[in-house]
């Protein structure tokens, strides 16, 4: 699936029936709690529609940080009727949005209907009712499933979010949430380690002791067997991790937790050391001297943050000397070592 040049427009909290103890939008965004106006939205999309690269040819307008579909109607038929002019001007091609499982039902879908909506992500969370529950989402994983199957009839393209570390969760809580959301079959997936952000329930919890966040390695040893579930079975995972930004970058916005700014690339560094390891463990003899060879996409991954990487294999293999090449032809994570 090519990733769609997407056109952010926040609506921190709005539409939200729920605070749930993990959130505090206007501290991730940087994004006040106020509604965008008409203008605030033509402005944004013209403004972005000014960074686009020519190499980027899908695009589509994204409402983040609340809940769409917790809109009043009246809300949700201004910001579409306002952006799908954009559309019919040929200068976007559609429009998406995230939501709540629990305000996705039958009169909304008709409402939005009307317009160029494309994809629709579903805050999931967790498929484990009490882990719902400690996180105050305010829905059940019955709901999602009820969501999902509504948006399939609709012909959506259509996003889960899961998140990792949730309190009353575990490692193989949230496996099994990745289980059940594969059931689903959507178009792709983000998955979202619980950090504590200042202003949260969360960040009480955490003060007072009763909450404790993972470690950012046993995060990225957790996502690494996440991804490669939903690999396994053909769903694409668009992001992991929070999108690095100034506010998330001030240690004042996240008080715990595992946040990096570079935290998906840390997991594809990790899956890319595993094939190489593999690949080692296969090779009869030994050499001072070692040519890696992977896809493109994959030569900073195959480094390793720092040059991690590398440092790992010269240790554990006895190596002098580490060489890197790419190959276009080789696909995904395959790898190729040659002494």
């Known amino acids: 699936m090519s990733r769609p040049y997407v056109i952010p427009i926040f609506i921190p909290h709005f539409g939200c029936s729920h605070r749930c103890v993990f959130c505090n939008q206007s501290a991730i965004t940087g994004a006040q709690d106020f509604l965008p106006t008409p203008e605030d939205i033509r402005s944004t999309i013209g403004r972005f529609l000014e960074y686009k690269k020519k190499n980027r040819s899908h695009t589509e307008v994204s409402f983040f940080g609340g809940n769409f579909l917790g809109l009043p109607p009246e809300l949700i038929k201004q910001f579409l009727e306002e952006t799908a002019k954009f559309v019919d001007l040929h200068k976007i091609d559609g429009i998406r949005f995230s939501t709540r499982p629990d305000t996705i039902d039958k009169d909304r879908l008709d409402l939005i209907s009307l317009y160029p909506v494309t994809t629709i992500e579903i805050g999931v969370q967790s498929m484990d009712d009490n882990v719902l529950t400690k996180a105050r989402r305010g829905h059940s994983a019955a709901d999602t ?146 040519t890696i060879t992977v896809h493109p996409k994959n030569f900073s991954r195959m480094q390793g943050l720092n040059k991690q990487n590398i440092d790992v294999i010269k240790q554990n293999y006895d190596i002098k000397d580490v060489k890197i090449k790419t190959d276009s032809s080789l696909t995904d994570f395959d790898v190729r070592v040659v002494f």
């Not at 499933?145 to 959506?156: C, E, R």
């Not at 009353?168 to 809580?173: F, K, L, R, T």
């Not at 404790?212 to 769903?235: A, E, S």
């Not at 992991?240 to 970058?249: I, W």
Request: charged residues 20%; neutral net charge.
């Open 145 to 290: 499933i009820h969501a999902v199957g509504l948006l399939k009839q609709k012909k959506y393209n259509i996003g889960l979010q899961m998140m990792t570390g949730l309190p009353g969760d575990s490692d193989a809580g949230s496996l099994q949430t990745a289980g059940e959301i594969i059931k689903l079959s959507p178009d792709f997936v983000r998955i979202y380690p619980t950090i504590v952000i200042a202003g949260s329930a969360l960040a009480g919890l955490y003060k007072k002791g009763e909450y404790t966040p993972m470690t950012i390695d046993d995060c990225v040893v957790l996502l690494k067997q996440l991804y490669r579930l939903f690999y396994k079975n053909n769903i694409v995972v668009i992001r992991m991790g929070l999108q690095a930004s100034e506010e998330l970058d001030d240690a004042s916005t996240v008080i715990a937790g595992p946040y990096h700014p570079a935290l998906g690339h840390m997991v594809y560094s990790e899956i890319m050391l595993d094939q190489a390891k593999k690949k080692f463990n296969e090779l009869p003899g030994h050499a001072d001297r070692v």
